[in-house]
């Protein structure tokens, strides 16, 4: 079974920075797109970053020029760096895949468990 772990996440003052993790663990043929979200407390969840295949990066408004996402394929893992944290940053931040488990069969869409992030003085 295929599940995405990830790690990172905590308590840090505002203006300062912190960096998650998420890997892919199990048998896995191949990643498509990794992605970050984020959910607050009584917000939607939101898309905060996304790197495709080939490495190209997206960004929602609110993160660009502060988070930086990366991926090291070698090891099905995403990260996301984030600096000049802000309170409005503290949310619950989930890791996403597109996974293809086998050859010849569509990808999987796979969430982490989550990782809390709190920016706080």
């Known amino acids: 079974q295929v599940q995405l772990v990830e790690s990172g996440g905590g308590l840090v003052q505002p203006g300062g920075s912190l960096t998650l993790s998420c890997a892919a663990a199990?048998?896995?043929?191949?990643?498509?797109?990794m992605a970050w979200y984020r959910q607050a407390p009584g917000k939607e969840r939101e898309l905060v970053a996304q790197i495709l295949g080939r490495g190209s990066p997206n960004y929602a408004d609110s993160v660009k020029g502060r988070f930086t996402i990366s991926r090291d394929s070698a090891k099905n893992t995403v990260y996301l760096q984030m600096s000049s944290l802000k309170p409005e940053d503290t949310a619950v931040y989930y890791c996403n895949a597109d996974v293809r488990l086998q050859f010849y069969t569509a990808p999987v869409n796979l969430w982490g468990q989550g990782t809390q992030v709190t920016v706080s003085s």
């Open positions: 199990g048998s896995i043929v191949s990643i498509n797109t």
